[in-house]
């Protein structure tokens, strides 16, 4: 089945140890994107890459980074988590940017901090 | 005004209750709007998209109020399974039109 894959499904790490969280696509979907969600908050896109094209959040911090290799894969780079940091990272695909292009989600990586 | 608000929940009702969840936004130039579910610690799934006709599927009726921009769900004899999280998504104010959440609506069905 044509999916979404998010890995690790957990992840610890210690405050300022930089980590990544990885993400796949067999949609071959043009857009992916990075979404933090906190406990009981909505989804907050972090940012999106239409095909190369990186697109950054005005209030996405610098701490937060993305590679986007090739269509399939994309990673979110946090270099100093902080203990706000700790939250759900979902990444998300869709065909188009915008309007009418519904997002298809992973299962989330669920970030810890300590 | 926040870009999209729902209902504070949690929502309470017992099995084959009709409930509604309501849905404001702020951009009056948005055209995407969309309903998702999101179980406990899992992700958003697509519930369903809305038109401005309105839409149906099976239980739930989805309804979109451009004048007031206001989106509903409407869920009939809901199921102990509809318990989760109700999301209201739309297009946003920003550059590229992305998507944008709410905080979603807490709905527990019981016995």
């Known amino acids: 089945d044509a999916m979404v894959i998010q890995n690790p499904r957990y992840q610890v790490t210690q405050f300022g140890k930089p980590v990544t969280l990885s993400c796949s696509q067999t949609?071959?979907?043009?857009?992916m994107y990075w979404y933090q969600q906190k406990s009981s908050q909505a989804p907050k896109l972090l940012f999106h890459?239409?095909?190369?094209?990186?697109?950054n959040e005005a209030d996405t911090p610098d701490n937060f980074q993305s590679r986007r290799p090739n269509t399939s894969f994309c990673f979110l780079d946090i270099r100093s988590p902080g203990l706000g940091d700790a939250a759900m990272y979902l990444c998300a695909t869709s065909r188009q940017r915008g309007s009418n292009s519904p997002l298809h989600f992973g299962n989330g990586t669920r970030l810890t901090v300590t | 005004r926040k870009e999209v608000e729902q209902d504070p929940g949690p929502f309470n009702v017992p099995e084959g209750a009709t409930v509604a969840f309501n849905c404001t936004y702020s951009?009056?130039?948005?055209?995407?709007f969309f309903w998702y579910r999101q179980d406990c610690r899992k992700e958003p799934k697509l519930l369903m998209s809305v038109y401005s006709s309105g839409n149906e599927d099976g239980r739930f009726t989805a309804q979109l109020n451009r004048a007031s921009q206001y989106i509903s769900l409407l869920i009939r004899d809901s199921k102990l399974s509809d318990s989760a999280t109700y999301l209201c998504?739309?297009?946003?104010?920003?550059?590229?039109?992305?998507?944008?959440f709410g905080k979603g609506t807490m709905l527990l069905v019981s016995p």
């Open positions: 949609l071959n979907h043009n857009v």
């Open positions: 951009n009056s130039a948005s055209q995407s």
């Open positions: 890459y239409y095909d190369k094209d990186f697109n």
């Open positions: 998504v739309v297009n946003g104010l920003g550059r590229y039109s992305t998507l944008t």
